[in-house]
């Protein structure tokens, strides 16, 4: 194992700075991570570095701060109060976890001229106020970014308003539904043991007109919302899973109140406030997820940089803010940058990395009269843009409102189960009147317990409970192996014979190139041959560039070496001129071209005047455990295809590898959109695995979504699951974990419907007492979590054995 | 069990109270992180540095 940097995580590299500690040597890569070690640990927040995740690499990108000293800049986010003090909402990049809060929390309040910071896990928002004499917002940036985070400004929106308000009111509706409900309970406890062993009608008037004033609150203010959904329903003609909850409350609460004042024989006030509790919990957990894909959508517009160089017709050049510019404008960008607006170029050549746009990962030479789009990064080169399109017209708006129609259509697919379940609506209410009608011809005054107890054992607790205990349970099961949960869709659509669509770039692969072969052509060693190509690539910004990294060995040019972009670099070595790049390139200096073979992902020459030395084949490595992994999953019944915007070439080598034989290249997110509606439209069920900004959209789309926790903030916002640790190893877990998920929920359900079955015969018999009903009920409930418990164990056990015979017989 | 007409009004006293203890304390903000701050009390800061 190679040792690594102790700030950074890194590898530490052939030179490292060792320091001595109390935990024995530390290495360090730099002397920058060093600094920050130091400062960390003297700070006595050493403690990050053992509550962080081992290995997370950090990198931020603090240059682009010092826009924001740009006073036109700072004023669109900087709020000032009367008493001269400076507040700022920041969304925080690179929170892992609670202990997270805890450092950034620490770090302002020892930076001079923060007077207050207050951070939130949940939202990833911090909301720092200032001193502006002391400190400017730049400065609070910084100062956050030491320890490794990504501070953002971001716009004190109303999208964040809008969610905080929504949240606290359905906290409160939760509140009041759990505490009223228990007090209810409470009563209908006492009200079960008068019947068991008598009461006197006084006492009991008392109990019903108490659980009557406790329901109250639940029904009218917790469960007005789904009052407001049935009658949306009917408004537009498309009932709801909304209305039959609001037709049972109404005629379970109407008869419970008739039964109080003495025109009835039964309450049924503790069904009514246990169902409202129930269902505001799991909406509540609806609402959380919400928010998290809401912010990923924001998360977009914070990619552009806020403050831009632009041209003056005098030919001054002035940094301004990004919202100033106007289409026609010509802006400078040099390496380095991200494109903040759609533009020409008008002079000058760049090597634009378009990864987040289409997902190539190798920079695109684009010189004079080309365009270049928003969001793309600058690898090498400097130009001149005239700015085409700015704001809300660029591409990267475009995949923005391309995302926001994939949730659309998904939200269409679950707007389907809820025609389904209007189906179920209309049945439930059928049979509730079916008999109501056999009653009132058999005896008048059992028309409303009977009717009553049709509509409130079609919502049963058992049932309700199968599939929510299953999930939480499996979702345990599955975080302790490193996928983290936040949607239900996935367990249910992890089947055999469903397709998983799997980018290649940072999902399949580590999406780092490394070096895979090096072919000397002369009599110069491989290993010198590795040394001199280090030496010139040291100082690009090419991606292929970091393969060769590790291969630095005491060889030094002597002057900054050329970029040519989408060519090669050059540069001397002891008066000798080399070149390192496409054949093409080198051939200029070292004569014909050598013959070439196949295979090669991406292959790169080196060369001296008049003698090719060596070429060298880089790839972007499959992860190690990619191979066995996509075998597991073909072994489970899961059809693999890979759909990546990489080239084919790059492709079809790691569709070999891992024995894939559908595979798609040059997708752009469009066609990679296309190519799942095309999946969908053959009937096939579509889980997708991705990373980047280009899959998000598909991400969004797809039946189920599973994100890489190294990708993007975005990419993880629209999964229902996160792959954390950089590891594919969980997905065949999630394969058996999910096959007994599904056994499980059936079963549980199984045994409620048929307990419910029974239940709503023998009640409407007359057979069942309401204390016997009780305590068959909570026997129930307890069999159905016990059963789901069994999910957390760590080892598939028979029962998962027999789910692939049922399974594979189905 | 009279005493009832007295404990059943006053479980409701209290009942109100806790939601508008609950009403008040969600509107200042107390339930909008529910994860840190459950860890933020286990983490103490190091030792103080620069003392022997």
């Known amino acids: 194992m190679t040792e690594r940097c102790r700030h950074c995580g890194e590898p530490a590299g052939p030179s490292p700075i060792r320091v001595a500690t109390d935990g024995g040597a530390a290495l360090f890569c730099c002397a920058g991570c060093h600094a920050a070690w130091t400062w960390i640990t003297a700070a006595g927040l050493a403690r990050y570095y053992r509550q962080r995740e081992a290995g997370q690499p950090v990198s931020v990108d603090t240059e682009r701060f010092s826009d924001f000293a740009l006073p036109d800049v700072a004023a669109h986010y900087v709020a000032e109060a009367d008493d001269g003090s400076a507040t700022v909402s920041l969304h925080i990049g690179g929170m892992r976890c609670a202990a997270c809060v805890w450092l950034l929390e620490k770090v302002a309040e020892q930076t001079a001229g923060v007077l207050s910071c207050d951070v939130s896990f949940a939202t990833h928002r911090a909301i720092v106020r200032f001193d502006p004499t002391t400190i400017d917002l730049a400065g609070v940036l910084h100062a956050l970014a030491r320890p490794g985070f990504q501070p953002e400004p971001v716009v004190p929106g109303e999208l964040s308003n809008a969610q905080t308000n929504e949240r606290r009111h359905a906290l409160r509706r939760l509140a009041v539904a759990a505490l009223f409900g228990m007090q209810t309970m409470m009563l209908a406890f006492a009200l079960y043991l008068g019947d068991a062993y008598g009461m006197t009608d006084a006492t009991r008037t008392l109990l019903e007109f108490a659980s009557m004033v406790c329901t109250l609150p639940v029904i009218a203010y917790a469960g007005a919302p789904f009052f407001r959904g049935a009658w949306r329903g009917l408004v537009e003609r498309q009932p709801g899973m909304d209305l039959p909850v609001a037709l049972a409350l109404t005629v379970a609460f109407t008869t419970s109140v008739l039964a109080t004042f003495s025109i009835g024989t039964t309450v049924y006030y503790d069904s009514v406030a246990m169902f409202v509790l129930l269902l505001t919990g799991s909406r509540f957990l609806e609402l959380a997820a919400r928010h998290r894909a809401e912010d990923g959508v924001a998360a977009l517009a914070r990619m552009l940089p806020d403050a831009v160089d632009r041209l003056n017709p005098d030919g001054s050049v002035e940094r301004i803010a990004r919202r100033e510019l106007r289409s026609g404008d010509r802006i400078r960008v040099r390496t380095g940058d991200t494109l903040p607006v759609d533009g020409r170029i008008v002079s000058g050549q760049l090597g634009v990395d378009e990864a987040l746009l289409s997902g190539e990962s190798r920079p695109l030479p684009r010189s004079v009269g080309e365009s270049v789009c928003a969001g793309a990064g600058v690898a090498a080169g400097s130009a001149t843009l005239v700015v085409e399109r700015t704001g809300a017209s660029t591409t990267l708006a475009e995949v923005g409102r391309l995302l926001e129609r994939a949730g659309h259509q998904r939200a269409t697919t679950r707007a389907f189960a809820d025609r389904l379940a209007s189906v179920f609506v209309v049945a439930v209410v059928l049979v509730a009147a079916l008999a109501a009608t056999v009653w009132s011809q058999i005896d008048a005054a059992r028309i409303v317990p009977v009717t009553l107890a049709v509509l409130i054992v079609a919502c049963p607790c058992a049932l309700a409970l199968a599939t929510p205990t299953a999930l939480s349970a499996a979702a345990t099961r599955l975080a302790r192996d490193g996928l983290l949960l936040s949607g239900a869709g996935l367990l249910e659509r992890f089947r055999p014979g469903m397709t998983l669509l799997t980018d290649k770039t940072g999902t399949l692969t580590n999406g780092r190139p490394v070096l895979s072969a090096t072919h000397a052509l002369a009599g110069v060693s491989a290993t010198h041959c590795r040394a001199i190509a280090a030496a010139l690539e040291a100082e690009s910004e090419h991606p292929l560039a970091r393969a060769f990294v590790p291969f630095a060995a005491g060889v030094s040019l002597d002057a900054p070496a050329d970029v040519r972009v989408g060519e090669g670099v050059c540069g001397t070595i002891d008066g000798v001129e080399y070149r390192l790049g496409r054949a093409s390139f080198v051939a200029a200096i070292a004569g014909c071209e050598p013959a070439q073979t196949a295979n090669a992902e991406s292959r790169v020459y080196l060369g001296r005047a008049n003698e090719w030395l060596a070429s060298f084949d880089v790839c972007d490595a499959l992860r190690a455990d990619a191979p066995a992994s996509v075998a597991a999953l073909r072994q489970a019944g899961i059809k693999v295809v890979i759909a990546s915007g990489d080239s084919p070439t790059a492709v079809a080598v790691a569709a070999r590898e891992l024995g894939v034989h559908d595979w798609h290249a040059n997708l752009s997110p469009a066609n990679k959109l296309e190519l799942l509606a095309n999946l969908h439209a053959a009937g096939e069920s579509v889980v997708m695995l991705g990373d980047g900004v280009n899959d998000a959209p598909v991400l969004a789309a797809a039946d189920a979504s599973i994100a890489m926790g190294g990708g993007t903030a975005l990419a993880r916002a629209n999964a229902d699951a996160i792959l954390v640790g950089d590891t594919l190893t969980p997905l065949a877990t999630l394969a058996d974990v999910s096959r007994r998920t599904r056994w499980i929920v059936r079963q549980s359900a199984a045994w409620a419907i048929a307990y419910n079955g029974l239940a709503v015969t023998a009640a409407a018999l007359g057979l069942i007492t309401p204390w016997m009903a009780a305590i068959g009920m909570s026997a129930s409930s307890l069999l159905v979590v016990s059963n789901a418990l069994r999910l957390r164990r760590a080892t598939a056990d028979r029962s998962s054995e027999l789910t692939v015979l049922a399974e594979r017989t189905v | ?52």
Not at chain 2, 17 to 30: E, L
Request: aromatic share 8%.
């Open chain 2, 1 to 52: 069990m009279s005493i009832l007409l007295l404990l059943i009004p006053l479980a409701l006293l209290l009942l109100g109270i806790a939601v508008a203890a609950f009403f008040w304390a969600a509107d200042n903000g107390q339930f909008d992180d529910l994860e840190a701050e459950a860890v933020r009390i286990l983490l103490d800061d190091d030792e103080p540095v620069g003392r022997d």
